[in-house]
């Protein structure tokens, strides 16, 4: 899969425990099963929330 975002960085930067970032991740791909896409934004989104982080902690890959 072709990733837009950088999620393994962000993952690393969130201090969220694997545990959580598992729960997280089968929440998602519950919710959105076959849509890689959505399943990588909203995985992201999470992260967010969960850390209150703002869009400028989040880059784009190249």
Known sequence: M???FDIESLLAN???S???VRAL???VVKEFPGD???QELHV???IMHEK????EHV???A
């Open 36 to 38: 890689e896409l959505m």
């Open 44 to 46: 992201v989104r999470a």
């Open 59 to 61: 880059t784009a890959q």
């Open 14 to 16: 969130s201090g969220l």
């Open 18 to 20: 694997k545990g959580k």
């Open 52 to 55: 209150g982080l703002r869009h």
């Open 2 to 4: 072709n990733r837009i």
């Open 25 to 27: 991740t089968r929440e």
